[in-house]
């Protein structure tokens, strides 16, 4: 579901709309379905910011924003669900050409992907109920540093 709002995105905007994409839109874990509690006041707020700069409002699956995360972590970072629609939704306009590939964009990460531990473990382990296209299965290991290095040392030239 996409609706929009007349004119064009700035930089700015973007960064705006990302901003609200984050405080807005999460929904929380597939097994609870509930919108997280917001108060009227803080909805009217971000319609007023849509309005005020041209903004527009997309929609990022729990498959989608659960992908997006993962993508990130490649990056070295831990991110979490929210981060994750805004990072999915981003995706979308970058593929719709709504932002630029060659644009910069600021993705503002409000919280840790600790916070959503059993989300992340759920994602990688495949338990959520949805197909996963970055999964990195978790590896057991016995506690030694020795264990580690080769476990790495094993990944590192599967990728080579």
């Not at 006041?41 to 707020?45: P, R």
């Not at 990056?75 to 991110?79: A, I, L, R």
């Not at 382990?125 to 949805?130: A, N, P, S």
């Given at each position: 579901m996409q609706h929009h709002l007349p004119g064009e995105l700035s930089f700015f905007r973007r960064i705006e709309y990302v901003r609200i994409c984050i405080e807005c839109t999460y929904l929380g874990p597939k097994n609870s379905r509930e919108k997280q509690p917001q108060s009227l006041?803080?909805?009217?707020?971000a319609i007023r910011t849509l309005k005020q700069f041209n903004g527009m409002v997309l929609d990022a699956?729990?498959?989608e924003l659960a992908d997006a995360t993962a993508v990130g972590d490649l990056?070295?970072?831990?991110?979490d669900p929210h981060t994750g629609v805004a990072l999915a939704v981003l995706k979308k306009l970058v593929d719709a050409k709504k932002i630029e590939r060659s644009e910069r964009v600021v993705v503002i990460s409000t919280a840790n992907g600790l916070k959503f531990s059993d989300f992340r473990v759920g994602y990688h382990?495949?338990?959520?109920?949805?197909q996963r296209a970055h999964a990195n299965r978790p590896i057991e290991l016995p506690p030694s540093v020795g264990a580690v290095k080769d476990a790495l040392r094993r990944g590192l030239e599967r990728r080579a």
């Open positions: 006041l803080s909805i009217a707020k699956s729990e498959q990056t070295g970072m831990f991110t382990e495949g338990t959520l109920g949805f």
